[in-house]
């Protein structure tokens, strides 16, 4: 086991599972932003390179959400249509096998649910992609992440119940 990939990924679950806590969308996509680049470091030295480079590309996209998100400036859907393509580019271009196809997928959606305005969409597309990683990091040796996932599910659930009440 990769011990140095585990840190990495105790940091990345740690920065996501706050994310998720949080009201404002540019919180959310900052703290993610932290998270993508400890999850790409992770899984570089698990070589792991198209969970890496999703990842990476995730983390580009949160900051650049984030700074929009920040100044409430509307995201336009070419920036959304330019990180799809980039999304699809680069899972072709790491292409491995079919686990290779989660990280793609999965990015994907969370690029839409980062785009949209909507909160919840995105604590919804945690959960499901949390289940999803599980799976995931098993297979890869990402067992650290494992149990983040597990804490990705409750937070999210959490965030959920927490802010459906508040409306």
């Given at each position: 086991?990769?011990?140095?990939?585990?840190f990495?990924?105790?940091?990345?679950?740690?920065?996501w599972?706050?994310?998720?806590?949080?009201?404002?969308?540019?919180?959310?996509?900052?703290?993610q932003?932290?998270?993508?680049?400890?999850?790409?470091?992770?899984?570089?030295l698990?070589?792991?390179?198209?969970?890496?480079?999703?990842?990476?590309?995730?983390?580009?996209?949160?900051?650049?959400?984030c700074?929009?998100?920040?100044?409430?400036?509307?995201?336009?859907?070419?920036?959304?249509i330019?990180?799809?393509?980039?999304?699809i580019?680069?899972?072709?271009l790491?292409?491995?096998?079919?686990?290779?196809?989660?990280?793609?997928?999965?990015?994907?959606?969370?690029t839409?649910s980062?785009?949209?305005?909507?909160?919840?969409?995105?604590?919804i597309?945690?959960?499901?992609a949390?289940?999803?990683?599980v799976y995931?990091?098993?297979?890869?040796?990402?067992y650290?992440?494992?149990?983040?996932?597990?804490i990705e599910?409750?937070s999210a659930?959490?965030?959920?119940?927490?802010?459906?009440?508040s409306?």
């Amino acid at each position: 086991m990769n011990v140095v990939a585990q840190f990495f990924g105790i940091a990345a679950i740690m920065f996501w599972a706050y994310s998720i806590q949080k009201k404002e969308q540019y919180k959310i996509l900052f703290l993610q932003a932290l998270a993508n680049i400890a999850y790409t470091i992770q899984y570089v030295l698990l070589g792991v390179y198209s969970a890496a480079s999703m990842n990476f590309m995730s983390f580009i996209r949160s900051g650049l959400f984030c700074i929009k998100r920040k100044k409430n400036k509307e995201i336009s859907k070419v920036w959304l249509i330019f990180f799809c393509i980039l999304v699809i580019i680069f899972g072709v271009l790491t292409y491995e096998n079919y686990l290779s196809l989660i990280p793609l997928v999965i990015t994907l959606f969370y690029t839409i649910s980062s785009w949209m305005e909507n909160s919840n969409w995105l604590r919804i597309v945690f959960l499901i992609a949390a289940f999803v990683w599980v799976y995931y990091n098993y297979t890869v040796g990402a067992y650290v992440c494992i149990l983040g996932n597990v804490i990705e599910i409750i937070s999210a659930i959490t965030s959920l119940i927490r802010f459906s009440k508040s409306k």
